[in-house]
């Protein structure tokens, strides 16, 4: 098996500042045999140079207000207003650039509560946020803008446990993606839409055990692009996540405030190459554990993570950049409340 390799530098000399030396693997190609590598070969050669720095500032006005229109309705409207500049300098191109961008994101949502134990929502919303950084062609992006909407249900099986659904749809302009073409830098996405279903629920099940868990179904893909296919998945979202926990504390005796607990975390394939759909990051199950103590306001704690020290891979920018998840890692605490 051969890999290309790629050489870079870095080289940080102030903030918002960017160097880079590197080379050309379609011109130059460097390979290297995974089962007989050939060390001491000539590196290729520095062929393309990039030297930018990138100034930002945003500000933003909020306002929101909750009326109750009566006991079973609530209504809830607000605005955030982002002003935003950017002034972006190609110090090998000689270029300058220069955004002044000013961003609305209205909201409104209701609470319809027609029984004491069921509750009924929805909300309508829209989101603008600025990109930093630059392209292939040392070109900065606009702001990634989007626009979506939600309806869920809240119910209260009995004191103390409560189950949450929720079904939403997003669509959103400029979401920064992996260049297909060259993994180091990004492309903006024309358009996404997401769109699916979450079920939560927590509580207490008895005075004693408590539970935690959650589950997700995300449909997310291009819907217009250049470069991208239209329908492909959108990089590192599994379509099915999951996690469950679940705690057991002795409310009385001898051993009153011991805890213990366990929960799982799941996580589904996922696209791992915006230029190539065949590459997907395989799925992945993690187990957790957890002991505490409590006495009077101190809590002591234990908490392993990937108890099994289980390799999965968490993220990736494309085929040859794939970032390795923690390995079993443990935590001791104390924690004092005054």
Known sequence: MAVGRKNYLFAGSEPGTENLLRSTPRLDPFALDLFNPVYGQPKPPFTRRYSASENVGNTAVYAQDQIALSPEWKLLL???TDFY???FRDKVGGERTEQDRTGFS???GFVNQPLSFLSLYGNVAASFRPNTGFDSATRPFAPETGFG???GAKLDLFTGLSVTAAAFHIEKENVLTTDPEDFFFQIAAG???SQGFDLSFVGQVTPEFRVIGGYAFIDAAVTRDEVL???SPLLNIPRHSGS???VYEVQGGDWKGFGIGGGVRAVGSRLGDSGNERFRLPGYVLADALVYYRYENLRFGLNV???FDATYYERSYNSFWVGVGEPRRVTVSMTARF
Do not use: H, K, S
């Open 78 to 80: 607000g605005n955030r």
């Open 85 to 87: 500049n950017q002034t």
């Open 106 to 108: 209205p909201r409104a």
């Open 149 to 151: 909407y939600e309806v």
């Open 191 to 193: 358009a996404v839409r």
């Open 229 to 231: 296919r239209v329908g």
């Open 244 to 246: 469950l926990l679940g």
């Open 305 to 307: 993570d990937n108890i």
